[in-house]
C-alpha cells in the first residue's frame, strides 16, 4: 500500500507543482475540479447512510462559491451564500412534498457541504493570490504533507498514547508530536530551500510559525472526515485514487490548510 502511494504521488506531484506555478486560471480549474470530485463524494457518503442531500446543491454550490472567489475574491460572496441557502431550502421543501420526511436534515447536509468543502476550498485560490503567494502555498501545503508524514513514521516507531481512540485509532500523541516538529521543521528548511531561488521572499522563522499551526491544527481536518466516514462504517471516500482513496481523503486536511494559511500570513506576516 506504501509502495502505491508513494508511486501516485510521484505522478500527481508534478502536475500539483506546475499548476501551483502558473496560478490564475489554470490552478483555479484544477482546484474547482478536486472540490467538485469531494463535493459528489461527501454527497455520497451520507446517501450511504439513508440521508439525500441534493448534488445539485452541494456541487453546484461548490462550483459556484470556487468560480467567485477567482472571479472577484469575496465580493459576490453575500448573494452566492443567499442563493445556495435559498435554492437548498427550496430543493428540499420540493423533496418533502414528494414523500421524503427527512428533508429537513438533507437540507443541512446539503448546505454544510457546499459551505465546508466549497468556502474552505476556495481559500486555497485565496492563498495563492496573496502577494508572493506561489511561495506562500509552497510553504503552507507542503507542511500538512511534512506532518502527516513525521506523524505516521514517529507513531508507527514508538507510538503507544491513543491521540482520538474512536474517530482515528492508529494515531498517537507521539505521532502527532512527531508530526508537529516535522512539520515546523520541514516548513523552516523549505524556506531555505525557496531563498535560493527568491532571496528573503518569505523568512525563516515566518515559516516555522506557519508550519507549528498549520501542522498542529490540520490533523482536525482528517479527524472530521474519518467521523462522517466511521458514522457510516466507510472506510474511503471513494476509490479513485489508487492506495489514497478519494479527492476527500486527500484534501481533509488542505481544507483547513488553505484557509489557516490564507488568515495566519495575512495578521501576522503582511
Known amino acids: 500500500m506504501l509502495r502505491q502511494r508513494v508511486l501516485v504521488a510521484l505522478v500527481l506531484l508534478p502536475i500539483g507543482l ?78 418533502y412534498e414528494r414523500g421524503r420526511d427527512q428533508a429537513a436534515t438533507d437540507f443541512a447536509i446539503s448546505i454544510s457541504g457546499a459551505f465546508y468543502i466549497g468556502w474552505l476550498g476556495a481559500y486555497l ?32 516507531a514508538i507510538g503507544k498514547h491513543k491521540l482520538s481512540p474512536r474517530l482515528s485509532p492508529k494515531k498517537t500523541w507521539e505521532g502527532y508530536l512527531g508530526g508537529l516538529i516535522f512539520g515546523t521543521i520541514g516548513s523552516v528548511l523549505l524556506v531555505l530551500l525557496w531563498s535560493l531561488i527568491e532571496p528573503g521572499i518569505i523568512l525563516p522563522w515566518q515559516g516555522a510559525v506557519l508550519g507549528l499551526l498549520i501542522s498542529a491544527i490540520t490533523p482536525l481536518g482528517d479527524l472530521g472526515e474519518s467521523m462522517i466516514k466511521r458514522q457510516f462504517g466507510i472506510k474511503d471516500s471513494s476509490h479513485l485514487i489508487p492506495g489514497h482513496g478519494g479527492a476527500f481523503d486527500r484534501i481533509d486536511s488542505w481544507l483547513w490548510a488553505g484557509v489557516l494559511g490564507y488568515y495566519i500570513i495575512q495578521w501576522l506576516f503582511l
Open 125 to 156: 485560490i485565496s492563498l495563492r493570490e496573496l502577494p508572493n503567494g506561489l511561495w506562500w502555498i509552497l510553504v503552507a501545503l507542503p507542511a500538512v504533507w511534512l506532518a502527516d508524514s513525521g506523524a505516521y513514521f514517529i507513531g508507527r
Open 18 to 95: 506546475i499548476l501551483i506555478y502558473l496560478g490564475g486560471w489554470a490552478f483555479a480549474a484544477i482546484v474547482a475540479l478536486i472540490l467538485a470530485l469531494a463535493a459528489w463524494e461527501y454527497t455520497r457518503l451520507f446517501q450511504a447512510g439513508n440521508f439525500q442531500p441534493s448534488y445539485v446543491i452541494v456541487i453546484g454550490g461548490t462550483l459556484l462559491i470556487t468560480a467567485g472567489r477567482y472571479f472577484d475574491g469575496f465580493a459576490s460572496t453575500p448573494w452566492i451564500i443567499s442563493l445556495i441557502v435559498l435554492a437548498g431550502m427550496t430543493w428540499h421543501l420540493v423533496a
